[in-house]
């Protein structure tokens, strides 16, 4: 019996977003598709609403080994789009070795247009094998921001850095028109490997210095010239190796009833980074800044993240708080 149906155009763990400003103002969807694995959903937007919201699903909660994921997004000029999910990005393991789970990102973000990437991290299970690439190509008057960050496992199992191999591949380019050649801005891979962490003569876990996550954060364009200034100049007044508050007690008490709230602030998170072993750098790479830190545990890592974001408030006030839910 023939299918009263169209043959679908799309393959297994296909998807395609198109955003586009709407005439009233604000953005709207223009397109949302996906097939299994792959699930997206937007909520219905509202009036106060000031990006479109989009959520990245997948059933079950997870890739099983051998999932392939690969999703386009467009985000035409005027427009702004904020992606999340619901939880961790949960890889179970492969069969084999030779059975790698796969996530595909391609971007495409016009002038005047912003996208903001605030996922939960990737949780790779032992004896996963996961591969994932996210391009992104950018106007020269477009906005970005995007976060990749990855857990050791699943802590209360025991497992720590158990996987077979984890790589994943950030490269943001610029598009300036008119026939010119594309410009390679930032490219960004990491590759954790058990295996070869063994050949080289220590397990993997051994290599992440106690470290339960790891991510990026990466800052482009002008809606994130705020926030990428926090960043680095937060990173400035780090205390330096070395450095040494020579005070009394009573004299740094003193002192620090004499700090603006935002010194105040400084203070306490500088406490908290030591106490949770967080560790960070941020640097300017051609026009982006590029953020790389690390914390003893998943929650460390996202309070932090989103002490920073929270505090800044650029990110909430162009994108709305949907899109910093995740790192809350």
Not at 170 to 191: F, P, Y
Not at 212 to 231: C, Q, Y
Not at 233 to 243: S, T, V
Not at 314 to 320: E, K, L, N, T, V
């Amino acid at each position: 019996m023939n299918s009263p149906f169209p043959p679908s155009s799309s393959s297994p763990g296909e998807g395609h977003i198109v955003v586009k400003p709407l005439p009233a103002g604000g953005s709207g969807l223009e397109t949302i598709t996906y097939q299994y694995p792959l699930k997206l959903i937007s909520p219905s937007p509202s009036a106060l609403q000031k990006s479109i919201l989009v959520f990245l699903l997948s059933y079950g909660g997870g890739l099983v080994g051998g999932d392939s994921v690969t999703l386009s997004i467009d985000v035409k000029q005027g427009s702004k789009l904020s992606l999340v999910t619901q939880g961790h990005t949960k890889i179970f393991k492969s069969a084999t070795p030779d059975i790698v789970t796969t996530q595909t990102l391609d971007v495409h973000v016009d002038d005047g247009a912003a996208l903001c990437l605030l996922p939960d991290p990737v949780q790779p299970f032992e004896s996963s094998v996961y591969a994932q690439k996210q391009l992104f190509r950018v106007k020269p008057k477009s906005s970005l921001c995007f976060l990749d960050w990855v857990t050791q496992g699943r802590a209360a199992r025991g497992e720590d850095w158990s996987f077979v191999r984890w790589k994943g591949c950030n490269e943001v380019w610029l598009d300036a028109g008119q026939d010119k050649k594309q410009r390679l801005l930032v490219r960004d891979t990491v590759i954790l490997s058990g295996p070869d962490s063994i050949l080289l003569g220590r397990p993997l876990r051994d290599t992440m210095h106690k470290l339960a996550v790891f991510g990026t954060l990466i800052l482009r364009g002008e809606k994130m010239k705020p926030i990428g200034d926090f960043f680095m100049a937060e990173f400035d007044a780090l205390p330096r190796i070395g450095g040494r508050d020579f005070r009394s007690a009573e004299a740094q008490a003193q002192g620090d009833s004499k700090l603006s709230s935002l010194e105040r602030w400084r203070s306490e998170r500088i406490k908290m980074e030591r106490h949770q072993g967080v560790l960070w750098s941020a640097a300017h790479v051609r026009g982006c800044v590029v953020v790389k830190f690390g914390a003893s545990t998943v929650e460390a890592g996202r309070e932090w993240v989103g002490a920073m974001l929270l505090k800044e408030g650029s990110i909430a006030d162009q994108f709305g708080d949907e899109a910093l839910m995740c790192v809350r």
